[in-house]
């Protein structure tokens, strides 16, 4: 089976603090692929990131970095000095290479950052 | 470029009635998928398309649940009859085969209120 948890429901920080948004997975399968999207409160769902399973290297991009650990299954998400505009709902989600190139994605409950000003 | 255009944006309806939401992909983009979010159970695929064909339908709810795709640029979702339960923001989403990481691209969702 092939599931994603993130425990956290709901985070308020106070702008510039730093925050982390916790993302576990579970799959059976060797490939895989690991997103984060953003949904702020208008609603849309922002694409952020993907990794694929053989690539243990973080990643940063400006305020943003992702922690991907193979070795506890997580793959973690971190703001740097955050925003007003930080506040959304984050989600993860995985997509095991069975399902091919098709995209199907397991979501996870999401995160819901609220950034205090 | 035009991203995945979804209409109507909001739908308040009374039980019973007929709902048809509708969904434009990206061009060029082969697979487009039905997503539901609700509360309680989060985001979930409810069906997908590749060139028009839907591949796992296995989501939807049940057979009040329908949704076709006569060409490669528009989809529909229809649920008849409504219920209250059918409440939801629906997310149809499109991606392209042979993009490994296999992204969707969301449309901005229709929210359904069923009174």
């Known amino acids: 089976a092939q599931k994603v948890t993130q425990a956290q429901t709901e985070i308020s920080v106070v702008e510039k603090e730093d925050v982390t948004l916790d993302c576990v997975y579970e799959?059976?399968?060797?490939?895989?692929?690991l997103f984060w999207y953003k949904q702020p409160p208008s609603g849309e769902l922002v694409f952020l990131i993907r990794?694929?399973?053989?690539?243990?290297q973080n990643e940063i991009s400006g305020r943003y970095s992702w922690n991907f650990q193979k070795s506890t299954s997580s793959f973690n998400f971190t703001i740097t000095a955050s925003q007003v505009v930080d506040s959304a709902v984050y989600f993860c989600?995985?997509?095991?290479?069975?399902?091919?190139?098709?995209?199907?994605?397991?979501f996870g409950q999401g995160t819901t950052l609220q950034v205090k000003p | 470029d035009a991203g995945v255009i979804q209409s109507p944006r909001h739908e308040v309806t009374e039980m019973g009635q007929e709902v048809t939401l509708r969904c434009k992909p990206i061009s060029g983009h082969d697979y487009l998928f039905w997503y539901r979010q609700t509360m309680m159970r989060g985001l979930e695929l409810l069906i997908y398309f590749n060139n028009n064909v839907p591949i796992d339908d296995s989501g939807m709810p049940e057979d009040r649940f329908s949704a076709k795709m006569p060409n490669a640029s528009f989809s529909t979702l229809k649920i008849q009859p409504s219920e209250p339960r059918d409440s939801a923001v629906y997310f149809c989403a499109s991606s392209i085969r042979g993009q490994v990481t296999g992204e969707l691209f969301f449309g901005e969702g229709s929210r359904l209120t069923v009174l």
């Open positions: 799959t059976r399968d060797t490939t895989y692929y």
């Open positions: 989600a995985l997509k095991a290479h069975g399902s091919g190139n098709t995209g199907k994605l397991i």
């Open positions: 990794r694929n399973s053989f690539d243990e």
